[in-house]
């Protein structure tokens, strides 16, 4: 148990020894009435000026001096001996969505983030001296700021270096490790809306300091390769206020000024735009003009990460021409066509081909048939097959068609597509019969076959996108096991011979940097595109749940310490009137 608030206070007792040896080297001079100055004359009495070392005389005076510099270091240090074996506690938890960083623009216009940290400020000073603070920063997965129990200067300097930049988030989970932490200390959520009264925690002092503001932001921005020579540039914006608002957007590349344009944009109705750019441009940087929230006022794309997939085609005819996949460079992005025996990274045939290339295989030949119209049952989940129906296709399989694996895609018992691993490699097995069936007709085949490109495309080595959206993971496949590193906006990591990266929950940044081997860099944005964060109407401030007088008050000093001050002053006014006394005898 520690027994002193403020252990800094007990230098304080240095007092002690410097009134002793005031008294060593004191001398004392007393009024003697005389009648003549030559009865003074005493050659005895000759000596130099300035105090001699005397004997430590047992003078009340001395004893009172010395009580009162021991019971003021003992004041000085907080001491509480018949104190709470604990000292006070407090979670707060920081709502770390974008728009607790909403300003009024504007001098002296409403600051959410100030106003979090001032509140934040005052439930520190709440605790007192003895006070202990545990900071959570909210998100999908919570963070601590500081703490388990820090001091308070170790939480004001995590509270200047926080900045609020998450995308929408559910709070409960910040809560629940709150709860952990605080083991029956006070826990207070800063956000900057009042939460529904169903979601109002009892035992959470909830205090919102938000305000509803007028903004415009982006709601959506990628760059899309469309042709060998050309880019486009998509984005959407929209606007959260009762009225229209007007606000310009501006493109810019390598310092250079692309295009200006006025948007408008009607309250609810997001507004699409469309730039096509050469291929060979640095990144596009995407800016409105600045309003309530800056981070959803900028968007930054840089070029799109370049992966070609090589399919190679090992159909025996008419079944390639049949499923149209001739045109498949034509109709699949960022396809190249290989030629028979060229290495590749995706088989189209009658056996699987070699790991580490994917392969799809079909039936050979055309011996007992069967045919169905449905109803099938798809693996909707799988995402291969994400926006397949498969409505009104006429399916025919091959009877001694040999399906391992996973059934992903089956009618009744019977499974049409499977998937299987085999020697390392994903193999699919698709028990369809081309010149009997409609799949290739329908629009499903098509969207399988792109689902399909981009499943291949994701294990091929280089980031899996260059501009993300806030929450969303960074994924990145290295050629072979290297050295790698991270560098952004308050992010430096590194890994040790890794060939996989995911990372997540990056704050919003105009660069990052991935470095490997040989200087060869990855450079990608993030960018916050939340429409839930951007509307900023539904903001509001407001009190609810616990309050500070349910934890009690940890300012007030305890009766031991006022005990203390008290026979503080009673020692001092007692010498200062045993020093009177003997100046009046």
């Not at 952990?180 to 207070?188: D, K």
Request: proline share 8%; aromatic share 6%.
């Amino acid at each position: 148990m520690s027994w002193f608030g403020a252990p800094l206070g007990l230098f304080a007792l240095l007092a002690l020894p410097a009134v002793i040896a005031l008294h060593f080297f004191r001398r004392r001079h007393r009024d003697q009435p005389v009648t003549g100055l030559f009865l003074w004359l005493d050659a005895g009495l000759d000596a130099a000026a300035g105090p001699r070392r005397q004997p430590l005389r047992r003078d009340p005076v001395l004893w009172l001096e010395c009580a009162a510099a021991l019971l003021a270091a003992l004041f000085l240090a907080d001491f509480r001996p018949l104190g709470p074996a604990t000292a006070q506690h407090v979670v707060v938890v920081l709502d770390d969505s974008a728009s607790m960083s909403a300003a009024e623009p504007g001098a002296g216009g409403h600051d959410t983030r100030a106003r979090a940290i001032e509140e934040a400020e005052a439930r520190i000073a709440e605790t007192g001296r003895r006070g202990r603070v545990t900071l959570v920063r909210s998100g999908r997965r919570p963070l601590l700021l500081a703490g388990p129990a820090a001091l308070a200067a170790e939480a004001r300097a995590a509270l200047a270096a926080w900045h609020p930049a998450a995308p929408d988030h559910d709070l409960g989970p910040a809560l629940a490790f709150a709860r952990e932490l605080a083991v029956g200390g006070r826990i207070t959520l800063l956000t900057d809306a009042p939460l529904p009264a169903a979601a109002r925690p009892a035992d959470v002092e909830v205090v919102a300091i938000g305000r509803a503001l007028e903004n415009a932001g982006f709601a959506g921005a990628e760059r899309v390769p469309v042709s060998a020579e050309e880019d486009e540039i998509r984005a959407t914006a929209r606007g959260y206020a009762a009225a229209g608002l007007t606000r310009a957007l501006t493109f810019r590349a390598a310092g250079q000024e692309l295009r200006t344009q006025t948007l408008s944009l009607a309250p609810g109705v997001p507004v699409r735009i469309a730039l096509r750019i050469p291929r060979a441009t640095p990144a596009v940087t995407l800016e409105l003009a600045a309003d309530a929230l800056r981070a959803d006022d900028r968007a930054d794309l840089p070029p799109p990460p370049r992966r070609p997939v090589r399919l190679r085609v090992d159909l025996e005819e008419p079944a390639g021409a049949i499923l149209g996949l001739g045109r498949a460079a034509e109709i699949l992005p960022e396809v190249q066509i290989a030629g028979p025996g060229a290495p590749a990274d995706w088989v189209i045939g009658h056996a699987p081909a070699p790991a580490p290339a994917w392969s799809l295989v079909l039936p050979r030949g055309a011996g007992a048939l069967e045919s169905f119209l449905g109803p099938f049952v798809a693996e909707r989940r799988w995402r291969l097959l994400e926006g397949v129906t498969l409505d009104g296709v006429l399916w025919t399989r091959a009877t001694d068609f040999a399906m391992p694996g996973l059934a992903r895609v089956a009618v009744g018992d019977l499974p049409l597509l499977a998937e299987a691993v085999e020697s390392g490699a994903t193999v699919l097995r698709l028990n369809l019969v081309a010149a009997r069936s409609t799949l290739h007709q329908s629009p499903d085949w098509p969207i399988f076959l792109l689902n399909l490109t981009e499943a291949v495309r994701s294990g091929l080595p280089g980031p899996r996108a260059t501009a993300l959206a806030a929450g969303e993971a960074f994924v990145y496949r290295a050629p072979e096991p290297a050295d790698l590193r991270l560098a952004g906006p308050g992010v430096e990591r590194a890994w040790t011979a890794a060939d996989y990266l995911e990372v997540d929950d990056l704050a919003p940044a105009p660069e990052y940097v991935l470095s490997g081997p040989e200087g060869a860099r990855v450079r990608f944005a993030v960018n916050l595109l939340d429409a839930a964060e951007s509307d900023l109407t539904t903001r509001g401030s407001g009190e609810s749940g616990a309050t500070a007088a349910a934890f009690g008050s940890a300012r007030a000093d305890s009766p031991f310490r006022l005990a203390l001050l008290a026979a503080l002053l009673a020692i001092l006014g007692a010498n200062w009137w045993l020093l009177n006394r003997r100046g009046a005898a």
